[in-house]
């Protein structure tokens, strides 16, 4: 009752308050100056009566101050810059007036009073309103009647909308969240800066009920990282667009959205009904190449959750690996698993074989690769090199050095390749289905899924970017669509895979329906506040541009060639034995890649995975298919090829 009877109070009426709190002070700090001055023996030749006798004149003085400096109309929380100046100048005006109406009226006071009594005045006008903002502060941060909000990042950004927040009489801004070291125990803006980590010691301490993500640079994988770590401690997360896109208080706080893949994906998320497959993990020696990457961090993340024994982060890039290594120790320390950063090419046949035998790899998650549909189409002989040649390289080390289980992380793109890049992953996964069909110790699987929402390189990001620069966002076609994922579930799909397959299976995740990337478009420009610009809404914010399909990109993506799919343990992930080519087809198949790349010929390269996969039409060979119907032929005449 308390609580809301202060919170119903009416401008006029705090007003009221804050005039009747000063005019008291000044009262209370005329008198102390006078006994202050007078403790010693009466110092007044009249006594103190005739000093008593200046304080109705004193009050009015006040009072009339006050109101025309506008101090007991301010609003408690715009208690700064300005209005400690008008306090200043109350004191100070209330000093000089005491002085000139004991000269008028004769009475000597020493002139120390009125020095006195001006500090006091202002000493006291100070004190109380920091005492008040304190005060209220509390009763908001314990009371039901409000949104106690923790800002997750105390940059200039942060700073910002923790200023705006303190404008709305919904939200109490309670304290900074920020990884950054050198702020761990500083105090912003008068509130705490504590590191994530600690969140749940700020719910517990200040009843938080939502975090505001206020780094609009980072990218959305890792947003939705920091999202779900706070939305297991019962926090509502919500993000906010980049700075520049404010156009206001009221408007700012409308921008704050929801962050999370439902908005995004036409089905809701399957995180929390696929399990992790943590006792396939649990105390094992698993490598992860391309751990850098988006996917390949996401796995190591909930790698190092399942407490295997040891993790080996393999890849290319060194400072994605740097990046890596210094995430994953962090989370690993409290696990006890053991990172082992490496640096290198999985086509790199000996150091593949030397890190597998080093570290007596068990487990290996393979989801190193170029994605890139447009770069790998330029750039065939690098990419064939990296997503086939490597996919080779690392599964028969990892077939010959006994390890138990090897997963192979493949995209819908295989499918029917319309691309270079599909057509890589396509021999990839032959040549693992070709391993799979043979005698040995180590269980080979591929898990092959849509686009993942916020990997590098994704149309998400790129959107976002487009959106944040104010447009305009580019299409390709309206009439595209895309399966969709959220990185979490193609995570977690690899585990599954890799916890109960049997050996040549393909996995596939049930998806549900495809999205229109023009709807997906409409709906991140939306979420971030704006409206689209096209014929019926001439006066919109972001104009979205159609620019034709790339070579090689087709309109609809698939996730499977053969019928008949079969659900497995989890009646969400779909299993599918595709057809691949003989043993002695893969051979020469491969023989043929290994020899156009090592010869530094894109077309013959080319030439060698249009044979081996017939689905796929080179859009970038530069002789047509004179040069696959060559290596046909040459094919025909050397069916005795060895398979190793």
């Known amino acids: 009752m308390f609580v809301k009877s202060i919170i119903s109070l009416n401008r006029r009426q705090k007003a009221v308050i804050l005039l009747t709190m000063d005019l008291l002070l000044v009262a209370a700090s005329y008198l102390l100056a006078l006994m202050l001055l007078t403790i010693d023996g009466p110092v007044l030749p009249g006594g103190l009566g005739g000093a008593l006798a200046q304080l109705p004149a004193l009050l009015v003085m006040a009072g009339a101050l006050s109101l025309t400096l506008g101090l007991s109309r301010r609003r408690l929380r715009d208690y700064e810059g300005t209005a400690i100046a008008l306090s200043v100048l109350l004191a100070v005006v209330l000093a000089a007036g005491s002085f000139v109406q004991a000269r008028l009226t004769g009475l000597s006071l020493p002139g120390g009073v009125h020095v006195v009594f001006g500090l006091l005045c202002f000493i006291g006008v100070f004190l109380s309103r920091l005492s008040l903002i304190w005060v209220l502060t509390e009763i908001y941060r314990h009371s039901r009647n409000f949104k106690r909000v923790a800002i997750y990042g105390a940059g200039r950004t942060g700073m910002a909308l923790a200023q705006e927040l303190r404008k709305s009489d919904d939200f109490v801004v309670c304290a900074f969240l920020d990884d950054n070291a050198a702020l761990r125990g500083m105090t912003l803006d008068g509130l705490p800066v504590y590191p994530g980590v600690q969140a749940g010691k700020v719910i517990e301490r200040y ?12 990218s959305i994988d890792k947003q939705t990282f920091l999202s779900k770590r706070l939305e297991k401690l019962g926090l509502q997360v919500q993000s906010l667009p980049a700075f520049t896109q404010w156009h206001g208080g009221a408007e700012l706080r409308k921008m704050l959205t929801p962050i999370g893949p439902a908005t995004l994906l036409s089905r809701d998320p399957l995180c929390q009904n696929l399990p992790a497959g943590n006792n396939a993990y ?91 549909v447009p770069l790998v189409e330029i750039n065939p002989r690098t990419g064939l090199a990296n997503n086939t040649l490597g996919t080779a390289v690392l599964a028969r080390a990892a077939r010959d050095g006994g390890v138990r289980r090897f997963v192979l992380v493949s995209s819908d793109k295989a499918v029917r390749p319309g691309n270079l890049m599909g057509a890589s992953k396509r021999f990839a996964e032959l040549l ?10 180590t269980v080979f699987s591929i898990v092959r899924f849509g686009n993942v929402l916020g990997s590098s390189g994704s149309v998400v990001p790129l959107f976002q970017e487009q959106i944040a620069r104010g447009g305009p966002v580019t299409l390709t076609d309206e009439r595209v669509t895309r399966y969709f994922m959220t990185i979490q579930e193609a995570s977690k799909l690899v585990l599954l895979a890799g916890s109960f397959a049997e050996g040549g299976e393909v996995f596939v995740l049930d998806m549900g329906k495809p999205v229109r990337i023009g709807d997906l478009a409409r709906k991140l420009i939306s979420t971030a506040g ?46 599918v034995r595709e057809d691949h080519l003989s043993e002695l087809e893969t051979a020469a198949a491969l023989r043929d890649l290994r020899d156009a790349i090592e010869r530094g010929s894109d077309a013959d390269a080319i030439a060698a995975v249009a044979w081996a996969v017939p689905e796929y039409a080179p859009k970038s060979l530069p002789e047509d298919a004179l040069q696959c119907q060559v290596v046909r032929a040459r094919r025909n005449r050397d069916r005795d090829v060895p398979a190793e």
């Open 282 to 372: 649990c105390d094992a020696k698993v490598m992860i190449s391309g751990a850098g990457g988006s996917i390949g961090l996401e796995l190591c993340r909930q790698v190092v959750a399942c407490r295997p024994r040891k993790l080996v982060l393999f890849e290319l890039s060194e400072l994605a690996l740097y990046n890596a290594d210094a995430e994953l120790r962090v989370l690993a320390e409290a696990v006890g698993v053991e990172i082992v950063p490496v640096l290198g090419s999985v086509a790199d046949a000996v150091q593949v074989r030397r890190v597998l035998a080093e570290h007596e790899i068990e487990i290996v998650l393979h989801a190193a690769a170029y994605k890139h």
């Open 432 to 441: 693992v289905q070709d391993l799979a069909a043979r005698p040995g110790k």
């Open 207 to 218: 009843k938080v009920d939502r975090v505001i993500l206020a780094m609009p640079s980072l």
């Open 530 to 575: 704006y409206t689209v610009r096209d014929a019926q809404n001439p006066d919109g914010d972001i104009e979205i541009v159609t620019t034709g399909l790339r070579p090689g990109e087709k309109l609809h993506e698939e996730l499977m060639v053969r019928r008949g799919a079969t659900t497995t343990a989890h009646p969400k992930i779909i299993s």
